[in-house]
């Protein structure tokens, strides 16, 4: 058992995880150079021994188009002989297409997804997935046909738990129509102090009792999360009063705002995943988080339709 930590945690479905999950996109997808299998591994093993029992992935996450897969290669050759293997969970999503030349789109297509799925049943080594998201909309296909899909594949015993991204109120609330009660676990988009147009999506989850999972909760891989300090005064003057990063105090924040929130940050660096685990230990007074809520900036809310 190489746990080293434990960590405060949070039902998510039926399981129960870390309170804060590590986002593997930076493993395989946005880095230049990329990290290479050993870094992947020292990232991901510095997350379990910070207490993180939660992975977050996807089929897109790869170098190329013709590496699809290659992050959820990565996430299972790190995991290979962790002890307490069963109580680390790892999530995946599909639906989201790359075709020669990088070319981009989206595939809802029952035989697409089940190709999509048992290709991340390989790359993960597992028999069954902890939970699939179905990866953004297909807007060419009726969204609740899609969700009867996903539906089918848990019946099948192929996935333990579903999940959706980039989805809209209406869009949950399908979900929730298709899947039943409690059926539907979680809903990932994006949230963070930049980028704050997924608070209806998750007040409405809070509401529900669906976990809400943000993807770039600390702002994103392409400077955000280095930038949080300052781009809003405000998280580098709490930060500052806590003796933390600012980064740690964007994820308190966040945890703050529900029970039922889960913030996956991305990692490429065993220091990254450290100093974002420790958020869970960091009690926010309300002042100050009324401060933080007045902070940041909105964005158009159309940007992770």
């Given at each position: 058992?190489?746990?080293?930590?434990?960590?405060?945690?949070?039902?998510?479905?039926?399981?129960?995880?870390?309170a804060?999950?590590m986002?593997?996109?930076?493993?395989?997808?946005?880095?230049?150079?990329?990290?290479?299998?050993?870094?992947?591994?020292?990232?991901?093993?510095a997350?379990?021994?910070a207490g993180?029992t939660?992975?977050d992935t996807?089929?897109?996450?790869?170098?190329?188009?013709?590496?699809?897969?290659?992050?959820?290669?990565?996430v299972?050759?790190?995991?290979?002989?962790?002890?307490n293997?069963?109580?680390?969970?790892?999530?995946t999503?599909?639906?989201?297409t790359?075709?020669?030349?990088?070319t981009?789109?989206?595939?809802?297509?029952k035989d697409?997804?089940?190709?999509?799925?048992?290709?991340?049943?390989?790359?993960?080594?597992v028999?069954?997935?902890?939970?699939?998201?179905?990866?953004?909309?297909?807007?060419?296909?009726?969204y609740?046909?899609v969700?009867?899909?996903?539906?089918?594949f848990?019946r099948q015993?192929?996935?333990?738990?579903?999940?959706?991204?980039?989805?809209?109120?209406?869009e949950?609330e399908?979900a929730?129509q298709?899947?039943?009660?409690?059926?539907l676990?979680?809903v990932?988009?994006?949230?963070?102090?930049?980028f704050?147009?997924?608070l209806?999506?998750?007040?409405?989850?809070?509401?529900?009792?669906?976990?809400f999972?943000?993807?770039?909760?600390?702002?994103?891989?392409s400077?955000g999360?280095?930038?949080i300090?300052?781009?809003?005064?405000?998280?580098?003057?709490?930060?500052?009063?806590?003796?933390?990063?600012?980064?740690?105090?964007?994820?308190?924040?966040?945890?703050?705002?529900?029970?039922k929130?889960?913030?996956?940050p991305?990692?490429?660096?065993?220091?990254?995943?450290?100093?974002?685990?420790?958020?869970?230990?960091?009690v926010?007074?309300?002042?100050?988080?009324?401060?933080l809520?007045?902070?940041?900036?909105?964005?158009?809310?159309?940007?992770?339709?």
């Amino acid at each position: 058992d190489r746990y080293r930590r434990t960590m405060k945690t949070r039902q998510l479905g039926p399981f129960t995880v870390s309170a804060i999950g590590m986002g593997c996109m930076p493993l395989s997808l946005g880095r230049d150079p990329m990290p290479t299998q050993e870094q992947a591994t020292a990232t991901i093993h510095a997350a379990l021994d910070a207490g993180i029992t939660f992975f977050d992935t996807a089929d897109i996450y790869a170098p190329s188009w013709d590496e699809m897969g290659h992050n959820e290669h990565v996430v299972a050759q790190a995991l290979r002989g962790i002890g307490n293997r069963d109580e680390i969970i790892v999530a995946t999503k599909g639906g989201i297409t790359r075709g020669e030349g990088e070319t981009w789109g989206r595939d809802g297509s029952k035989d697409y997804l089940r190709r999509a799925l048992e290709h991340s049943l390989s790359q993960l080594e597992v028999d069954c997935i902890d939970l699939y998201q179905w990866h953004r909309p297909d807007r060419w296909k009726v969204y609740g046909e899609v969700i009867e899909v996903f539906a089918e594949f848990k019946r099948q015993g192929l996935i333990k738990a579903v999940g959706i991204s980039n989805a809209n109120v209406e869009e949950i609330e399908v979900a929730q129509q298709v899947l039943g009660e409690g059926g539907l676990v979680s809903v990932q988009n994006e949230f963070s102090p930049r980028f704050r147009c997924s608070l209806d999506e998750l007040t409405y989850c809070d509401e529900q009792g669906i976990n809400f999972l943000p993807w770039s909760p600390l702002g994103g891989c392409s400077g955000g999360a280095a930038a949080i300090g300052s781009q809003f005064t405000a998280f580098e003057d709490v930060a500052r009063a806590h003796g933390v990063s600012p980064q740690q105090v964007a994820l308190a924040w966040e945890l703050a705002k529900s029970d039922k929130l889960i913030p996956i940050p991305g990692a490429s660096r065993p220091e990254s995943i450290t100093d974002s685990a420790k958020a869970v230990d960091l009690v926010l007074a309300d002042d100050e988080i009324a401060l933080l809520d007045a902070s940041a900036a909105y964005h158009d809310p159309q940007v992770h339709r």
